[in-house]
């Protein structure tokens, strides 16, 4: 009596104890669903101890976090007018009076800076006084504004007339669920109804807010993404197996798998993101072809002997096993993600291999048990096994590897050969927002400030002087200007904020306020003006948004168009050649952060670790293959029909110019565990008729092709729609996932009908021995001898 055929036993002599024990099991996880929360801050792809996290993370420990700006931008020429003017500025103040946001910076809160010559020193006077009620007292506020206040362009206006509201979040609610409260509950209807109210289209941007609406959006996407994998692998499953008996059960094991994956979600305190969102749809997707295996193989066995307790036995002893595998060699594909060192991919790899574990678990136990409660199958149910069309395409396999083998080599090699020329013309990007969804106004408000003001995600540069009040030596301050300049030079990049800005300003008010002074000091000037600084806090606010309280540390601001990995390291190349020359290293140390370059950097460092991922993958893959068949021959025979289809993929790709970023390199990964699971079918059964067929190879082939060829042309299918789903996404990284996993997998399932069959057909001679394909370390499946003395 084999090992399977003791488990299957057990499960049917203790079905009631087997479902009470799934019954606590997913009693105690629901328990666990309350702890499952959301993310609230950005995906860090990098590990901690990695460079560019270093740098990000001393810059906030000296100017706290930079991602709480929200920004509100109008451009509509009726603005101008007394009623929407004062209507605006209501609007920010109204805003501004909330508890949550720190401060406002916009047209009603401007200061012009002046200078007191009697008491020598600088003071602020509000640009108005008193809210105008006519026109002409609008227009003289907007040409002060737009024509002698240079240091608020770009920063509260551009020359086009578009004006920019700055809204500064409490640092200490930016990453919590208070930050999505205020943007939900007061930012988005306080907006909307002065937009009601005045017939003014307001953009919103600024990281607090996409973040918050991004989140959203995937919340939305995964209850969509698990009705809609429901709805089309039930459709699917139904149309081949023509059994509403079997349809429901395979939707209760999913469905059930679909409770165990957002528990353990719960139960690993893990955050929903954009990855881990995808784990219940991709549940179900990989549950469903363990049923059609379990339930296909009991149709069979019912069909031929009609014995249910047979059966049932042969379904758990016999398909069990290789199920078992194949579902280790899936989930072995997202567990080497556990070995990037980024929390994002280490806890979707966790998440989605023991969900794999368990989804064939619930299989194992729940189909056999409830088809043992159930009276015998139909003959109208059992119907599909001998479908016309089916038994067509199988028949059609088997002549193409009996008589087209070499038109088959002959195409591999061309399709080879063009994915290879696909493959070199790939291109490796990624940004913060380049896989958000394009029709989202969330996404055209973020094109918007492109636009109109040079970007909305911050790149930071921050300057350390190495010494006390280094920041303001004049030296350094021209320093800082080249740097400036150098930034204006890249239509990628805005217009920069620094200390330098706040200088010049002061120089201005020095020189009455005359436009043309708007320049940094010479070095006689410094003196005169510098006092005037020290003789008032008019300007301690500002400065300490530019410069920390020691005078040595200082930062410059710029913000960033969506660039991809390929243009950032371009502009960052040009800017270290200007930080280089201007900033030498004895004295300074400079180092570019902020979000989107950790992402940028992220991404790039994401690519590498999937390529040895996908590797290790492959290797663990490689191992069970050795494990199970102990022979090097059938570890190149299957590994090659499974690693065409990637090739095939990659080389799409480079055709139709998608590129290599994170959500795409993960469907090698993906694919090629799920790929795999058809090849252990196949040479399961293959090994099982060879050894009944007295190592007699081309019946072996056959026969194997021909009982497991239905299942996995249903599982393909299955699968291939199961994916699919995941394109009625609005991100462009889950579309790519979903249609690249698709096509991958339906490439393979040809590779493994058609290649597969072939190769073991044409080293015959070579493996189709004793010696050769040894006896295994583990009995994927019993032979044919041993089958017919089961109960």
Do not use: C
Request: glycine share 4%; net charge positive.
């Amino acid at each position: 009596m084999t090992f399977w055929t003791k488990i299957a036993g057990f499960i049917l002599r203790n079905r009631y104890l087997v479902l009470i024990a799934i019954a606590i099991v997913t009693g105690l996880l629901v328990t666990q669903i309350k702890y499952m929360r959301f993310s609230y801050t950005e995906a860090n792809l990098l590990p901690e101890d990695h460079q560019a996290n270093i740098q990000y993370n001393q810059f906030l420990d000296i100017f706290g976090e930079e991602g709480n700006l929200v920004i509100l931008g109008v451009k509509d020429s009726t603005i101008f007018t007394p009623v929407k003017f004062n209507a605006w500025n209501k609007l920010v103040k109204e805003l501004d009076s909330v508890k949550e946001v720190a401060f406002s910076v916009s047209i009603a809160d401007v200061k012009e800076l002046k200078a007191d010559r009697k008491q020598r020193k600088f003071v602020l006077e509000p640009l108005f006084k008193k809210a105008p009620t006519t026109n002409e007292e609008v227009a003289k506020i907007k040409k002060q504004l737009f024509e002698n206040l240079p240091f608020y362009n770009n920063l509260l206006y551009n020359d086009k007339g578009t004006l920019q509201t700055a809204i500064y979040i409490d640092k200490a609610i930016v990453n919590t669920p208070a930050r999505k409260d205020f943007i939900t509950k007061r930012l988005i209807p306080t907006v909307e109804k002065f937009e009601k109210d005045h017939q003014i289209d307001v953009r919103m941007s600024g990281m607090p807010y996409i973040r918050t609406i991004n989140s959203q959006n995937i919340i939305d996407e995964m209850q969509l993404f698990v009705l809609g994998a429901l709805g089309i692998t039930a459709l699917i499953f139904f149309f081949f197996f023509r059994s509403f008996r079997a349809t429901f059960i395979t939707l209760l094991v999913v469905g059930i798998g679909v409770i165990w994956a957002f528990g353990f979600i719960g139960f690993f305190r893990y955050e929903i993101t954009v990855l881990s969102a995808l784990i219940p749809p991709l549940i179900i997707v990989i549950g469903v072809p363990n049923a059609v295996f379990l339930i296909n193989k009991y149709q069979q066995e019912i069909k031929k002997h009609g014995n249910q307790a047979k059966s049932l036995q042969r379904v758990i002893s016999k398909i069990g096993n290789a199920t078992l595998m194949t579902n280790i060699t899936t989930a072995s594909g997202f567990a080497t993600f556990v070995f990037v060192k980024s929390s994002l991919l280490r806890e979707f790899g966790i998440l989605a291999s023991v969900n794999i574990i368990s989804i064939f678990i619930l299989a194992l136990l729940i189909i056999p048990i409830l088809y043992s409660f159930m009276p015998l199958p139909k003959e109208k149910h059992l119907n599909h096994l001998e479908k016309k069309w089916m038994e067509n395409i199988v028949s059609w396999m088997e002549r193409m590897v009996k008589e087209q083998r070499i038109t088959i080599y002959i195409t591999t090699v061309i399709v080879i050969i063009l994915s290879m020329i696909g493959v070199y013309q790939i291109r490796v990007s990624g940004s913060l927002i380049e896989d958000m969804p394009k029709k989202a106004q969330f996404y055209k408000d973020i094109k918007f400030f492109e636009t109109e003001f040079g970007g909305i995600m911050p790149l930071e540069i921050l300057i350390d002087t190495k010494r006390e009040k280094g920041v303001m030596k004049l030296s350094t301050l021209k320093k800082m200007e080249k740097l400036n300049e150098a930034i204006q030079t890249f239509p990628e990049l805005s217009k920069p904020i620094s200390i330098t800005n706040l200088v010049k300003y002061s120089k201005q008010a020095y020189y009455k306020g005359n436009p043309k002074y708007y320049q940094l000091p010479t070095s006689q000037e410094k003196a005169h003006i510098f006092a005037f600084s020290k003789n008032s806090n008019t300007n301690s606010g500002m400065l300490n948004n530019f410069v920390d309280s020691t005078g040595r540390y200082t930062r410059i601001t710029t913000f960033m168009k969506d660039v991809g990995t390929d243009k950032m390291d371009i502009i960052q190349g040009r800017l270290d050649a200007v930080i280089k020359k201007e900033f030498p290293k004895e004295k300074f140390t400079v180092s570019m952060t902020g979000k989107a370059l950790v992402f940028l950097k992220g991404t790039n460092y994401l690519i590498k670790n999937l390529v040895i991922s996908l590797s290790l993958a492959i290797l663990l893959i490689s191992i069970f293959m050795a494990w199970m068949f102990r022979s090097f021959k059938m570890i190149f025979i299957s590994l090659v029909p499974n690693m065409l289809p990637l090739l095939i993929t990659a080389g799409l790709m480079g055709f139709f110019s998608i590129p290599i970023k994170p959500s795409t390199i993960l469907v090698f990964s993906i694919a090629f565990g799920i790929s795999v699971d058809d090849t252990i079918h196949f040479l399961a059964k293959y090994r099982q008729e060879l050894l009944a067929n007295n190592w007699k190879i081309k019946p072996a082939v056959y026969a194997a092709l021909q009982e497991t060829g239905v299942s996995m042309f249903y599982t393909s299918i299955v699968l291939f729609f199961g994916f699919l789903v995941f394109t009625i996404s609005s991100f462009g990284g889950t579309i790519a996932l979903g249609g690249l996993v698709s096509v991958t997998l339906l490439l393979a399932m040809v590779s493994n009908l058609l290649l597969l069959p072939s190769l073991l057909l044409s080293f015959e001679k070579r493996i189709a021995n004793k010696k050769v394909l040894k006896e295994s370390n583990f009995k994927i499946l019993p032979p044919k001898e041993e089958a017919n003395k089961e109960i």
